[in-house]
């Protein structure tokens, strides 16, 4: 029932931006611990970023860290991520995925992928000039 939708993705070209958005439908989405996750031709699928219920605590993986932004509306049932600075390194296919169940409390961030509940289809970022 619960449906995660990314949009945003396409090719841009070195230090260029990029916003992805991530709409929840099916449940409140306020409940959910939000992150999103990207995977890389031939690589693991590794945590970008994380967002507590509540909104006020994030987290940032070191190789994103000080270029993207994570935010969500919950009045909007949207999850986002503000990338500037891309480089080639970014290229990937960007999920969005919602964590219900493996804690409770609004001011909490997960960061392990086999936390997280559901998942979006994945949006295609590319990097390149």
């Known amino acids: 029932q619960v449906q995660l939708v990314e949009s945003g993705g396409g090719l841009v070209q070195p230090k260029a931006s990029l916003r992805l958005s991530c709409a929840l439908s099916?449940?409140?989405?306020?409940?959910?611990?939000m992150g999103w996750f990207r995977q890389a031709p031939g690589k693991e699928r590794e945590i970008v970023a994380a967002?507590?219920?509540?909104?006020?605590?994030?987290y940032y993986a070191d190789s994103v860290k000080g270029r993207f932004t994570i935010s969500r509306d919950n009045a909007k049932s949207t999850l986002y991520l503000q990338m500037r600075s891309l480089e080639p390194e970014d290229t990937a296919v960007y999920y969005c995925?919602?964590?219900?169940?493996?804690?409770?409390?609004?001011?909490?961030?997960?960061?392990?992928?086999?936390?997280?509940?559901?998942w979006g289809q994945g949006t295609q970022v590319t990097v390149s000039s």
């Open positions: 995925a919602a964590d219900y169940s493996s804690r409770a409390g609004t001011s909490w961030v997960t960061r392990r992928e086999i936390e997280y509940d559901y």
């Open positions: 099916g449940h409140t989405f306020s409940t959910y611990v």
């Open positions: 967002i507590s219920r509540s909104g006020e605590v994030t």
